[in-house]
């Protein structure tokens, strides 16, 4: 098992800057992938970036230049640093972790972005 532990949500004004980490723990050994999705009211959860072991990144098309994600290994821990927020950003984000083939989430933290 693995559990994921999430912090650095909250309020912020449009175009304000924020920072989420997530700390895994457990059986941590073989994580793959790691990342943060969101879901906001009454839609899907869809993913905002990951990232492999070896810096690898995907995003959004929708936070692309806005957001960063990355890793540090040594400590099992994955950031989002999300800037330039838009209204639309207000969602709660989900860490996620992929070991051996299956996915473990966070219990997730709100973000709201108020224009």
């Known amino acids: 098992q693995v559990q994921l532990v999430e912090s650095g949500g909250g309020l912020v004004q449009a175009g304000g800057s924020l920072r989420l980490s997530c700390a895994a723990s457990g059986s941590i050994f073989s994580i793959n992938a790691m990342g943060w999705y969101r879901q906001a009211p009454g839609k899907l959860r869809l993913l905002v970036a990951d990232i492999t072991p070896g810096g690898r990144t995907t995003y959004a098309d929708s936070v692309k230049g806005r957001f960063t994600i990355s890793r540090d290994n040594a400590k099992n821990t994955v950031y989002l640093q999300m800037d330039s927020l838009k209204a639309e950003d207000t969602a709660v984000y989900y860490c996620?972790?992929?070991?051996?083939?299956?996915?473990?989430w966070g219990q997730g933290t709100q973000v709201t972005v108020s224009s």
């Open positions: 996620n972790a992929v070991r051996v083939y299956v996915a473990y």
